[in-house]
């Protein structure tokens, strides 16, 4: 148990100094919420599995900083309203909310006990940016300023759940639209999109990164690659 702890310990050290690199501003409340994390989602998938277990034991590394990729991208203003579709175990949307404190989301995902998770882990954290829906994304009656998503659904099924849900004014530098964080090979997804017509923005985020077991700079960790983005109305 000692040294569980001190391995624990070493990890959690390790992983924060990343984060810091990469988000110098945080305060001690946020810092304080992202060392939480893993203890908490431990806890909770001993109870409900909504984390497989071979995740679990890398949760910083293949969800939160995965999620945090997003906030490399892109500073959201303050008031501004995200939707999470399918948000799972809270992702990306929890780690975005811990970064933007000002920032509204909505997590939403369509299995009920994966939003139980998200709504105790929220109310662990005391996130007061957040709330949660339970329901399918093509029953959503919500106007938001981007929708942000991780390999959820193909993008054309995005663009088709998402279509007149996008507030008209935009208050951030990019454009209201799709955020989302897409691994392998997306060409046959982007091919199908250039096909399509009067859809609204795109940003199609591809991640890469090292495991952090190699120590290397954090840059490395947060290495991201914008593969494709479309502007209103083409």
Known sequence: KFLFTISYFCLITFVMNIILEEFPDLNDVQIEQFSKLKKIYNDWNNKINIISRKDIDNIYERHVLHSLVIAKFIKFNKGTTVLDLGTGGGFPGIPLSIIFPDVNFILVDSIRKKIVVVDAIVNELRLKNVKSEWSRA????YKYDFLVTRAVAKMSLLIDWSKGKFNKNSNNHIQNGIIALKGGNVDD?????QQMKDIDGIIMIEYRSKRLGDRTSSKQ????????????RL
């Open 221 to 232: 960790h947060m290495t991201i690659r914008y593969r494709f983005q479309t502007h209103p």
């Open 138 to 141: 093509e029953n959503l009656d």
């Open 189 to 193: 997804e982007l091919k199908n999109i």
